[in-house]
Structures are given as C-alpha cells and as structure tokens.
C-alpha cells in the first residue's frame, strides 16, 4: 500500500495547500478546495516509467514531422487542423446531452472506414456497453473493428492499448476513469489529473491518438479545466443549444494547428449531420416580417455567419424594465441599451427588452452590436426592416461604429445570398470592397443613430431627434433611404 497523505486542492485550477482555503490564490475561486487523499507513491512512480529516450538533432525530427491522419468527418479534420495526429490527445469538453458520444462514435466509423488497417478502442467508463452499441446501431456506425472496454481503471486500460495497439483510442469520460493508486472520488482534480497524465504519456509511447470526453459544469468549463487543457494537445468543446439542432465545435488550444476554427453539425436521428451552408440554415427560419428583426453577418472562426437576430421592446407594466437575452453576452446587450439611450436618443428606460439570436447560436463576436441595436430600435418604433438588408459592427460607448476584422468575407456571404444593402463601419478604403461587390451597396455609417436614422427612414440624426415623438407613426418599411450612399 503507498502511504496516504491528504491535501486540499482546488477543484477549479488544481492548486494545492495544505490547509482548506475559501478563496483560491491561484484562479480566486471561491469554496472550490476539497480535501483529497493522494497516493505519495505516484510523484516517485512516474519517473521509473519515463521510456528512456535518446537526443537526436532536431533538424532530424523537422523531416520526420509528424503525421496526419484525416478522420473522414471534414468538420472535424478542419477543427483539428486538417486531421488527427497521430499520437496526439485530443479533449472534446461540452454539456450533457449535446451529442459528445454522438460524435465520437461516428468519428471512430468514417476514421475506420479510410483505411482497413485501422483499429479503434472505445472505453465505456461512463455508459454500458450496451447502450453504446445500441447508439452505434442507431447511428449505423457499428463495426467490428471498434472494441469496447468496459473499464473505468486507467491502468487496466493502457494495458488494453498496448495490447490491441488501436490507432485511436476514445475515453468516455474522463471524469469517469480512476487511478487505482488514489484514494479520491472520481472527478476529483487528482484523478482527472492522474488519469490524463496516464493517458498522455500512453499516447506519445504507443502512437496511438487518444480522444478523451470531459464534462463541463455549469460555468462551462471542464471540471479542472486548466490542469487538463495544460496537458493536452488539443482541446475542443462542443456548443449548442438543446432546443436547437444546431451544434458547433470549436477549437480553443491546439499544437497542431490554428486555433478558432468552427466546425459546424446538426443534431439528427441518424446523427450529427455536417452543415455546408450555415447562413442558409440559420436565415431559413425568418420567413415573417416584421419589425425587430435584422439580419447580421458574424464571423465563427474564419468562416462569414450570417444570421438573425430579432428583439421584441414592449412597455414596462410593473417595476424595474426587463432585459432578457439569449445568444448574445447580457452584459453587452445592457451596454448596447444603454448607448441607444444616451447616443441615438432610443427611449428604452420604460421598455422592456428582450433580445434572441435565431437558431440556437451563440455569438460572441461584437459585430453583432450593430445588428443588434438596429433591431431594438426597429421594434421600438415598429419600423419593418426591410428585407435584403444586412448590418455588422461594434458600437463603442460614444455610440460610434468601429470597424470588425475581416469585412470583405462578410460582405461576400451577403452578396452570395442576394443580399442588397450593408450597413457597417468606416474602413480606410471609405467602404469601398474593390470592384468585387456587384448587387450590394455597402453604407458606411459612424454612429449608431446615423444607421438607425438611414435605415429606418427617418431622416438625419437632427431631424431623428427633432422627429422623436411622431415616429411611432413612421410608415412601415419605409425604403426611401436604405440602398442610396449619401454621407
Ligand atoms: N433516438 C434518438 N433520436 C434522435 N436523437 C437522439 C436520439 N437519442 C439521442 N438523441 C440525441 O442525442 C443527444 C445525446 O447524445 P450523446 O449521448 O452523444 O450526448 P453526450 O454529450 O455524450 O451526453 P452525455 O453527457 O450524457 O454523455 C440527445 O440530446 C439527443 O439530441
Ligand atoms: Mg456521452
Ligand atoms: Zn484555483
């Protein structure tokens, strides 16, 4: 028996002390220390089975580099930076229940399927093997050449890997596996940590890649997040909202490639289902108009979105104004609200707002202000944006409209879906795209109330404020403006 000696460490960042703190110094969490028994033995342990290795130039290693295998599954292969490593780990963290296993599985069959060499190692430390196959049954992905391991002791199941010597190995979860030397729960810190470490160097020895699922607790991050994401080559996670089919899978570290890229799937019975034509997917749902909706164009890693966002203002009955928001972070939506105010002279202090972005996504990007701004004030009057119309931008707190990276791959996407008019910030080059842009006309605005005055027909900013309390009674839709160049 290795001797026992118990620690408190935090649970969030790993951070270790030998009495209980309430407040982390490492990561400042607060509450997030758990006293933990750990093996003494494991520290001396792994230096014994270190493999030894010999030195050699590294001018020898650049020519060997290393190799790539493609998984089958392009979303996955451009996420990971144009396939898997081999050797490499992989963390694929996301929510319960978003298609994690899902996606995993399927990966294993379109990985097998390349080459007849291959082999996979599924590790069912989690779920029951049956209700594994009856998933790969489900999504037709059963093949004899995917194993199964029961086991949630990570010793046994590198033994397993260096006996079948599969070229991946996926480990669901890592927050089910356990080192028998340890004494703590699973999930606990030490355990993921152990049980990683294992993994890790089981990997770089065999040249098997291993793919590890972890779980995200409500914060959405992986429970010990900073202690796994050190170790691991790559890290994943996997978004999207429950009510909506759509899932992206995003790349936050990686070694071996670029990190921010997308892949984008959708939820079906017969599985994750890539999406080739997002924007197309994600504006199909806007079929009505009316006012409060504004089509917006965001880039997800390199790639133009464009989508919908809608806000719904409706007068406040009893108490404080509410302000719900969904797809967009609240604490800028408040901002936006508050500019709107105090910049375009949007009167939203009695009003209630509420803000949604169409299809489930998430969007972090500021481009979206603009957008975003247009459509509060669009439902405030109940002016109809019209259709064809499209807007990116972030909005500082002058109310000014400042440039967003890369607006020529936004401007290509609207043309591409027929879109007529952009509103958007004041480049350098005075909004002017080369001669690229055919049937889009491209409106080059510097503050926020200019857009909303442009687009909502509502004349200059000093007449919008002149014209304040008869704009309820502004025609609907009113075109007159949007579509023409005039400063
Ligand atoms: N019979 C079915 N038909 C259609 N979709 C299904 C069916 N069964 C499951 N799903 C979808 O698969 C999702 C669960 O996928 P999966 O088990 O891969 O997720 P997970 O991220 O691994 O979850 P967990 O955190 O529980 O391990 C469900 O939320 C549902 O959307
Ligand atoms: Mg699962
Ligand atoms: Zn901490």
Not at 40 to 51: G, M, N, V, Y
Not at 92 to 109: C, F, R, V, Y
Not at 131 to 160: F, G, H
Request: charged content about 25%.
């Amino acid at each position: 028996m290795p001797k026992l000696r118990s620690k408190f460490i935090c649970q969030e960042c790993g951070f270790q002390s030998e009495q209980w703190l309430g407040r982390c110094p490492e990561c400042s969490s607060y509450n997030s220390f758990v006293e933990e028994l750990v093996g003494s033995a494991s520290d001396e342990r792994k230096l014994d089975i270190t493999l030894r290795q010999k030195a050699e130039p590294i001018t020898a290693i650049v020519k060997r580099g290393f190799v790539r295998e493609r998984s089958g599954i392009d979303e996955i292969d451009r996420v990971l930076g144009g396939g898997v490593v081999r050797g490499s780990t992989v963390l694929l963290g996301g929510e319960p229940g978003i298609g994690k296993s899902t996606l995993m599985l399927q990966m294993l069959h379109s990985f097998l399927s390349i080459d007849k060499e291959r082999s996979a190692l599924y590790v069912a430390a989690e779920e029951s093997i049956e209700q594994i196959a009856m998933r790969a049954d489900r999504l037709k992905v059963a093949s004899p050449s995917i194993m199964i391991l029961p086991d949630t002791d990570v010793t046994l199941v590198c033994e397993e890997i260096e006996r079948l010597k599969p070229s991946i190995v996926v480990v669901d979860s890592i927050q089910a596996m356990v080192h028998p030397e340890l004494v703590s729960a699973a999930g606990s810190v030490s355990q993921v940590r152990e049980c990683a470490s294992e993994l890790v160097r089981m990997a770089k020895v065999t040249g098997t890649s291993i793919f590890m699922i972890g779980h995200v607790t409500k914060e959405g991050v992986i429970a010990g997040p900073k202690v796994l994401e050190h170790m691991i080559d790559t890290v994943l996670y996997m978004e999207g909202d429950q009510h909506y089919a759509l899932r992206l899978l995003r790349v936050t570290k990686n070694r071996f490639g670029p990190v921010g890229e997308v892949g984008l799937f959708k939820m079906t019975e017969d599985g994750l289902e890539p999406v080739t034509n997002p924007s197309e997917y994600l504006l199909s749902g806007s079929q009505v108009e009316t006012s409060g909706n504004m089509a917006a164009a965001v880039i997800e890693g390199k790639r133009p979105l464009l989508l919908e966002v809608q806000a719904l203002v409706a007068p406040t009955y009893f108490g404080a104004p509410r302000r719900l928001v969904t797809g967009m972070d609240y604490n800028r939506a408040c901002i936006l609200i508050a500019v709107l105010e105090r910049r375009a002279d949007v009167r939203l202090g009695d009003q209630d707002v509420y803000i949604n972005v169409a299809g489930g996504i998430r969007v972090t990007e500021s481009a979206l202000d603009l957008p975003a701004a247009l459509a509060i004030a669009s439902s405030r009057y109940d002016v109809v944006i019209p259709r064809g119309v499209a807007a990116f931008g972030e909005v500082g707190l002058g109310g000014e409209v400042r440039p967003v990276p890369l607006p020529e791959r936004r401007l290509l996407e609207m043309e591409r879906l027929g879109f007529k008019t952009c509103f958007g910030p004041l480049y350098p080059n005075g909004g002017r795209f080369g001669g690229e842009l055919k049937g889009l006309s491209y409106i080059a605005v510097r503050q926020v109330g200019e857009a909303i005055s442009k687009l909502l027909g509502l004349g200059s900013s000093g007449e919008w404020r002149h014209r304040r309390k008869g704009i309820a009674s502004a025609k609907r839709g009113d075109k007159s403006s949007a579509g023409t160049e005039d400063a």
